[in-house]
Structure formats: structure tokens, C-alpha cells
């Protein structure tokens, strides 16, 4: 049984007195939750709403990290530095980070293996964009990110690892995937696992949806048997509206 875990991606928001507002209302709640409550917040708040969450059920998850232990990366975040700060998640290989700072397959690999081999639990998104789909490509997208991603990943670094099938037209768009539709790439990423690593390993991988979850679609799509969570942009801003996603 897949433990449901819903992740709010605070992207380029919050100051560190927004973050502590927003998170202070969102971890009461959280403890009455099976559900494993993750927040995603930029760089400057971490440390600040690592202490707020002491003792909550909210786990902690950074945006983006690089690859190298350390050196001269002007304006990088190593994984080791995420670790000090007691971070346990960090969003790989966001569509926004691919789409914006050119991060490839290539380097989305070398982030998700440096995060393993650091003990941080990588969410790594994959997802086709609008002409991708269109063009009825989304399932060698899918597939050609899935398995460039995991590329020298051992079965058991996969147990770490957390997948968000982000379908590109769907965030922060208001549009999302049907929840059939996103079900059924869902799936099909689970099979490709399946072929790589073997059944246990397939039937353990948690893989969230993310696009547009609202409150008004979040128990449809976390209904769907192959969805294990969402990944939340727009709705984690807000504690009421992300909370009613947690409790779906
Ligand atoms: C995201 O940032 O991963 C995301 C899915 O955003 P939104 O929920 O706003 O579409």
C-alpha cells in the first residue's frame, strides 16, 4: 500500500514571515493526516520553517539542487547544504527548470543520483508539452524523460525516489489532464518501471499528478489506483485551499 503524499510547490514565493504564516496554519492539520505532507519552499525560508515544523507531521522539500558536492557554482545549492538544513525532499527536473534554465535530461540524471546518494528523497517530474501532446507524443516523452532520469539508478535508490507526471499545458494554466488521462500515463510510467526494476520495485515508486490541482479535483484525481499524490504549485499558497487537497 502507496502512502498518499501531497507536495505544495511554493516556487519563487514567500518571504521568510509568509512562509512561517502560511506554514504554521498548514501543520495542525497536517497531524491529523495519514497523508505525507510535503512543503516545497525557496532557498531563503527553509531554515526558518525546518524550526516552525519541529515536531509536525510536515516534511521538508527544497526546489532544486546541483549536482557537484561543492566548488565554483556562483549562486548553486549542494545537496550537502540541503542536508545540513534537514531538508528530506527537493523537486527534480520541474518543467519550469527545464524550460527556463535549459536543464536537460542529462542533468536532471545527475541531480537525481547525487540527491540518492546524499539521502534525499528526489520528486522528479516528467511530463509532454501542449504540441507534444497534440502531436500524440506523450508517451515517448514520458517514456525518454522516465528512463533518462533513472539512468545508473539502482533498485535501490529507487525506493527513495517520489515521480510527478506534470503534463507541461497544465500548470499553473488552470487546464488539467482528465483524470483518466492522467491515470493512464500514470500507469504507463509505472510499467516502464516495472520493465527496469522488477514488480516490487514498480508497485513501491510513489507517483503524484501535478497541473492545476484544486480543491475541486483533487478527490477525483487522488481516487484514480495508480495516483499516489499530487504536486501542488498555485493551491500550496494557501493553507485553506491546500489543506483541502491534503484531505481529500
Ligand atoms: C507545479 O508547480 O508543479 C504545478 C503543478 O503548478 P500548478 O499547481 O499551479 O499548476
Redesign the pocket.
Known amino acids: 500500500m502507496r502512502r498518499p503524499i501531497i507536495a505544495g ?1 511554493w ?1 519563487m514565493n514567500k518571504t521568510i514571515s509568509e512562509a512561517l504564516g502560511l506554514v504554521n496554519e498548514i501543520k495542525e492539520e497536517a497531524n491529523k493526516t495519514d497523508v505525507e505532507v510535503v512543503v516545497c519552499c525557496p532557498f531563503t525560508v527553509i531554515s526558518e520553517v525546518k524550526k516552525a515544523i519541529e515536531g509536525s507531521k510536515v516534511k521538508l522539500g527544497a526546489q532544486n539542487m546541483h549536482w557537484e558536492d561543492e566548488g565554483a557554482f556562483t549562486g548553486e545549492i549542494s545537496a550537502n547544504m540541503l542536508k545540513d538544513l534537514g531538508v528530506d525532499y527537493v523537486i527534480i527536473g ?1 518543467s519550469e527548470r527545464r524550460q527556463y534554465f535549459n536543464e536537460t535530461d542529462e542533468i536532471v540524471n545527475k541531480k537525481v543520483i547525487k540527491a540518492i546518494e546524499k539521502g534525499l528523497n528526489p520528486i522528479v517530474c516528467v511530463g509532454e508539452t501542449l504540441d507534444e501532446r497534440e502531436k500524440n507524443r506523450t508517451f515517448d516523452v514520458v517514456k525518454e524523460q522516465t528512463l533518462a532520469a533513472f539512468r545508473d539508478v539502482s533498485n535501490d535508490g529507487m525506493k527513495d525516489v517520489v515521480i510527478a507526471y ?1 503534463p507541461i499545458w ?3 494554466t488552470g487546464k488539467t489532464a482528465s483524470s483518466q488521462d492522467a491515470n493512464e500515463v500514470i500507469a504507463y510510467i509505472r510499467s516502464l518501471l516495472e520493465n527496469k526494476y522488477g514488480i516490487e520495485i514498480s508497485e513501491e515508486v510513489r507517483i503524484q499528478y ?4 484544486k480543491p475541486s479535483n483533487a478527490t477525483e484525481i487522488m481516487n484514480e489506483t495508480d495516483i499516489d499524490g499530487a ?5 500550496s499558497l494557501k493553507a485553506e485551499e491546500f489543506l483541502e487537497i491534503v484531505n481529500f
Do not use: D, Y
Open positions: 510547490n516556487k520541474h506534470e497544465a500548470i499553473g501535478g497541473g492545476s490541482v504536486l501542488v504549485g498555485g493551491a
